[in-house]
């Protein structure tokens, strides 16, 4: 959906070099999407298009970054990782839980990186979990110019002021 009406036929990794993975190891998610960009693309024909994203808040001093899937590790969840971030946030007000989503993706293509994008989305961490759309850190970054969390919005919505659909 996020490639719009490309004219390109898109296939995902599972179907494309199904059991193939790469081990994220970068401490930024312009390193992290450059190597899986490159990894992948030396093993595929095609273009690849690789991303790296995460949550970023302010108090916590960039954290959880890019390891905002595995913040509650060893056994991580969605629900986890929220809820060790509420409880390292506690009782901050509002003005001290600024955040941002930020997403990087790279283009490409036997081996070599032909573009990189970034996007951010600055909000703040609510106090408790709104909305049910969405996935992640979704039901607490609100988001102020919509005066929604992203999990409140629809799709088509979220998508265009995402990250992810600004990068």
Do not use: Q
């Amino acid at each position: 959906r996020a490639l719009g009406d490309l004219s390109w036929k898109v296939v995902g990794l599972a179907d494309a070099l199904p059991g193939l993975t790469h081990k994220e190891k970068g401490r930024t998610f312009a390193e992290n999407a450059r190597a899986k960009g490159l990894f992948y693309s030396r093993r595929w024909p095609g273009w690849t298009l690789a991303e790296d994203s995460g949550l970023e808040v302010d108090r916590l001093a960039g954290a959880p970054g890019v390891r905002s899937a595995r913040f509650s590790a060893p056994n991580p969840s969605d629900e986890k990782n929220n809820r060790k971030l509420l409880r390292l946030l506690g009782a901050a007000p509002a003005a001290a839980r600024g955040a941002r989503f930020v997403c990087v993706m790279v283009l490409a293509r036997e081996g070599r990186v032909v573009g990189e994008f970034r996007g951010v989305v600055r909000g703040r961490i609510g106090v408790a979990p709104h909305g049910v759309s969405g996935f992640g850190y979704d039901p607490l970054f609100y988001y102020p110019r919509l005066r929604r969390t992203f999990a409140e919005l629809p799709p088509e919505v979220k998508n265009g002021v995402s990250h992810r659909g600004r990068a």
